[in-house]
């Protein structure tokens, strides 16, 4: 199918692996890609989504239509290249029109090899999503307008798609290395902690920056491992504390060497643990649960999350296409918080030791604040 708003002279596609299909324009690098396509509800923070390494092998479409009219620039990055394979849009980007903006989204993406698409009916897509989860996709930026329609179809069809991938190994850190950037602050940027700090090992699935910043704030001397890294290798470090960092690809895959490592830890400790998102999944596998593929998946900065034990609902930043099963927790685990749109688990503890969880991301970027405190928490945790 082709959308109503089908522009006279294409120079981008879409295919999904169905048959469907969209036509727009181009911007930002040209060639093709092949990707899971979810959507994104957020109204701000293009470029911190964008640059979010949890949506390695996805592209996305972004529900709300004004991207791109605050430009890029340098302080706003999660990572140090954008990780998503394309981005779909409504509405063509406009020159930016912001005292920040250090270029264009189109120039931004053309220099990191990114496809951008615009003039699609991106409700169309959106439901299309939704009632068929999230499905493979083939892209094309071409500006000679010219497409291979049945190679595009086949190679979405031939999409391995993201279950039983470990991506995390493709994006995190080669190396170890420490990190005493803080939050933004006006008017000097990101100010760097200064004096001594507890002892905290991240471990790095996939780590945006200002997960890392949050836990500087907080009062932590953060050194960060590669996802590999063994229970020895924390260990000898000699942390206060553990951190399981955000990331992207099929938990499960990711488990075969995060899991000994997250049980090694529990096995030989009693540190405080604290995970987010790929993290908390990591961490509810090493205690006995199972994690699932998700229909569509949460992704928005919109999302409601209630705190079971004082019913406190905090609205929250959410990137995440698998989740962990309730009821497959076992006993010492309970379910912290849980999500107001759908009930699919969004925390997790241990009764009896200060290990906790969280699916959502409390460091916002792009997003709501009111889940800052749960850093305050894990630092409170290390005494």
Not at 61 to 90: L, Q, Y
Request: negative net charge; hydrophobic residues 35%.
């Amino acid at each position: 199918m082709t959308t109503p708003e089908t522009p006279d002279h294409p120079t981008a596609c879409i295919v999904l692996a169905d048959g469907s299909t969209f036509y727009g324009r181009g911007f930002g690098a040209t060639g093709k890609t092949v990707a899971e396509l979810c959507f994104n509800t957020a109204m701000t923070g293009y470029q911190e989504i964008m640059t979010d390494p949890s949506y390695a092998g996805q592209a996305i479409t972004f529900t709300f239509p004004h991207i791109g009219n605050t430009g890029v620039n340098t302080e706003d990055d999660e990572t140090a290249d954008p990780v998503a394979r394309a981005m779909i849009v409504k509405w063509d980007p406009t020159e930016p029109s912001n005292w920040r903006s250090q270029e264009t989204l189109s120039e931004w993406l053309s220099k990191r090899g990114r496809i951008g698409v615009g003039g699609i009916d991106t409700r169309r897509l959106t439901r299309a999503i939704r009632m068929q989860g999230a499905p493979h996709v083939a892209i094309q930026h071409n500006p000679d307008g010219e497409f291979d329609m049945p190679a595009l179809l086949q190679e979405a069809r031939d999409f391995v798609g993201l279950e039983g991938l470990d991506l995390a190994k493709e994006v995190t850190c080669a190396q170890s290395y420490r990190w005493d950037e803080q939050r933004w602050a006006w008017p000097d940027g990101y100010p760097k902690r200064t004096g001594e700090g507890k002892r905290v090992v991240a471990i790095d699935y996939g780590a945006k920056r200002n997960i890392l910043r949050c836990l500087a704030s907080a009062g932590c001397d953060v050194t960060v491992l590669p996802a590999t890294a063994t229970a020895e290798d924390v260990l000898s470090h000699n942390p206060q504390g553990v951190f399981l960092s955000n990331g992207p690809g099929d938990p499960a895959a990711t488990g075969e060497y995060a899991v000994p490592m997250i049980q090694g830890i529990l096995d030989k400790t009693d540190l405080p643990i604290f995970g987010i998102c790929l993290g908390h999944q990591m961490l509810a596998l090493a205690l006995g649960g199972k994690t699932l593929k998700m229909s569509h998946g949460h992704h928005g900065a919109n999302h409601p999350v209630k705190e079971n034990e004082t019913g406190k609902v905090e609205i929250t930043s959410m990137n995440h296409g698998f989740a962990v099963d309730a009821q497959s927790l076992p006993d010492g685990v309970e379910e912290t918080h849980v999500s107001l749109f759908d009930g699919s688990n969004c925390g997790i503890r241990m009764t009896d030791r200060p290990v906790f969880s969280v699916q959502h991301h409390p460091e916002a970027s792009p997003g709501p604040q009111d889940s800052f405190y749960l850093f305050e928490r894990f630092a409170a945790n290390m005494g």
